[in-house]
């Protein structure tokens, strides 16, 4: 690549994360509903011609704002994960740590509600729809790893569940408790103080009910270092305070 093509090639790419980071202040004024092309445009100071040189559509902005965010955030859970010794402190270090983010940045599960809804998933573009699916593998292949080892090293006994069943039950409570705090009316419904704390229980309880070696972790422990290490990592900005 010469010397001139590469200098496009960044310059590029720094517009579109100048972008990403407009849009998403925006988002969080107007929602995705009253999101205007043209108003991004004007906030940027760019023609709306060039943001749709970067975006083919309002959809795939909103893809892209997701996808930005968690190819932030899950080399970080990973490496967060990876520094616990048993497979059951890493699993549920991978899934405090997706909750603790989302419930200092709650703005990111937004993005990400409206980003896989059918109305805008079918309407993005195959290119941006491929970039959410290959961290979407990301994850999946993360979870097989921790599971994977939990059976070789005799924590989890694979009776108990396939990696699909598994997943299926954590993805569950991390959206159930993302819906609950997102949410005036289910919150008021149920008289939650602190979905997140019940999610930690919870999460400790379902561990314990498939038997996932050793019974009884305590999971308090684990997320505080979590958050400790998103501290570390500045993860979640000023949200977490």
């Given at each position: 690549m010469s010397i001139t093509a590469d200098r496009r090639k960044r310059?590029?790419?720094?517009?579109?994360?100048?972008?990403?980071?407009?849009a998403r202040e925006m988002f969080e004024k107007v929602g995705f509903l009253n999101l205007k092309m043209a108003d991004l445009a004007r906030a940027?100071?760019?023609?709306?011609?060039?943001?749709?040189?970067?975006?083919?559509?309002?959809?795939?902005?909103?893809l892209a704002m997701s996808a930005q965010i968690h190819a932030e955030?899950?080399?970080?859970?990973?490496?967060?994960?990876?520094?616990?010794r048993t497979s059951r402190d890493r699993i549920t270090a991978f899934c405090l740590g997706h909750a603790e983010v989302t419930r200092r940045d709650p703005e990111s599960f937004r993005i990400w509600q409206f980003a896989i809804a059918h109305s805008v998933w079918m309407r993005a573009s195959e290119?941006?729809?491929?970039?959410?699916?290959?961290?979407?593998d990301r994850g999946?292949?993360?979870?097989?790893?921790?599971?994977?080892?939990?059976?070789a090293t005799g924590d989890l006994d694979p009776r108990c569940?396939?990696?699909?069943?598994?997943?299926?039950?954590?993805?569950?409570?991390?959206?159930?408790?993302?819906?609950?705090?997102?949410?005036?009316?289910p919150s008021r419904m149920f008289r939650i103080e602190d979905a997140y704390e019940l999610l930690r229980r919870n999460l400790a309880l379902y561990l314990d009910t498939i038997r996932w070696q050793p019974v009884g972790a305590d999971a308090d422990a684990v997320y505080q270092r979590v958050c400790h290490e998103l501290d570390a990592a500045q993860i979640g900005g000023a949200n977490h305070a």
């Amino acid at each position: 690549m010469s010397i001139t093509a590469d200098r496009r090639k960044r310059e590029f790419q720094q517009r579109e994360e100048l972008i990403l980071a407009a849009a998403r202040e925006m988002f969080e004024k107007v929602g995705f509903l009253n999101l205007k092309m043209a108003d991004l445009a004007r906030a940027v100071e760019y023609s709306t011609g060039t943001l749709y040189q970067h975006f083919a559509s309002k959809e795939d902005l909103l893809l892209a704002m997701s996808a930005q965010i968690h190819a932030e955030v899950m080399p970080v859970l990973e490496r967060i994960a990876a520094t616990f010794r048993t497979s059951r402190d890493r699993i549920t270090a991978f899934c405090l740590g997706h909750a603790e983010v989302t419930r200092r940045d709650p703005e990111s599960f937004r993005i990400w509600q409206f980003a896989i809804a059918h109305s805008v998933w079918m309407r993005a573009s195959e290119d941006r729809r491929e970039a959410v699916e290959r961290l979407d593998d990301r994850g999946r292949r993360s979870l097989q790893s921790i599971v994977d080892d939990a059976v070789a090293t005799g924590d989890l006994d694979p009776r108990c569940g396939s990696v699909g069943e598994i997943g299926l039950s954590l993805f569950s409570f991390l959206l159930g408790t993302y819906t609950v705090t997102n949410e005036a009316k289910p919150s008021r419904m149920f008289r939650i103080e602190d979905a997140y704390e019940l999610l930690r229980r919870n999460l400790a309880l379902y561990l314990d009910t498939i038997r996932w070696q050793p019974v009884g972790a305590d999971a308090d422990a684990v997320y505080q270092r979590v958050c400790h290490e998103l501290d570390a990592a500045q993860i979640g900005g000023a949200n977490h305070a």
